[in-house]
């Protein structure tokens, strides 16, 4: 794995420093899925990571955003955002199925209990991760 230049906004480690400790965990296995699926992504040289909408963001040029969060409304879930007008999340549910929880078409949900399916999340990473290359092939197309 190569690696990758990461443009750190100060104030993310200060949003993760207000999550509970549990979701802290949590959410910093999403961040280094993000992290490492850039890495492994020739064409990936540099993410950066910053809060969009008070959450921690993920962005490469060429890429369509990432963001992760857990809200206190929802205290026994945390979820990985998609930008809602592209057709990720409707691609990962025509690819995966019941695999993951979606709401909507702007995220995957998980439960504090789920066991993350690192493999297949990590296509999902990796296809926003590319999204303005990819968006007009099968299933991502208009």
């Given at each position: 794995?190569?690696?990758?230049?990461?443009?750190?906004?100060?104030?993310?480690?200060?949003?993760?420093k207000?999550?509970?400790?549990?979701?802290?965990?949590?959410?910093?296995?999403?961040?280094?899925?993000?992290?490492?699926?850039?890495?492994?992504?020739?064409?990936?040289?540099?993410?950066?990571?910053t809060?969009?909408?008070?959450?921690?963001?993920?962005l490469?040029?060429?890429?369509?955003?990432?963001?992760?969060?857990?809200?206190?409304?929802?205290?026994?879930?945390?979820?990985?955002?998609?930008?809602?007008?592209?057709?990720?999340?409707?691609?990962?549910?025509?690819?995966?199925?019941?695999?993951?929880?979606?709401?909507?078409?702007?995220?995957?949900?998980?439960?504090?209990?789920?066991?993350?399916?690192?493999?297949?999340?990590?296509?999902?990473?990796?296809?926003?991760?590319?999204?303005?290359?990819?968006?007009?092939?099968?299933?991502?197309?208009?």
């Amino acid at each position: 794995m190569k690696e990758i230049e990461i443009h750190k906004n100060p104030e993310v480690k200060l949003k993760f420093k207000t999550y509970p400790e549990e979701i802290k965990s949590k959410l910093n296995v999403l961040r280094n899925l993000i992290l490492e699926t850039a890495a492994e992504d020739s064409t990936i040289e540099q993410v950066e990571e910053t809060l969009k909408w008070g959450e921690p963001s993920y962005l490469v040029p060429k890429g369509s955003t990432i963001r992760i969060d857990w809200k206190a409304k929802t205290p026994n879930q945390y979820a990985m955002y998609f930008k809602c007008t592209t057709k990720l999340v409707s691609t990962f549910r025509e690819v995966y199925g019941d695999l993951f929880k979606y709401e909507k078409n702007r995220a995957i949900l998980f439960n504090l209990n789920d066991k993350v399916p690192k493999i297949e999340l990590k296509e999902c990473i990796s296809l926003a991760l590319t999204y303005h290359s990819v968006k007009n092939k099968p299933r991502l197309g208009k």
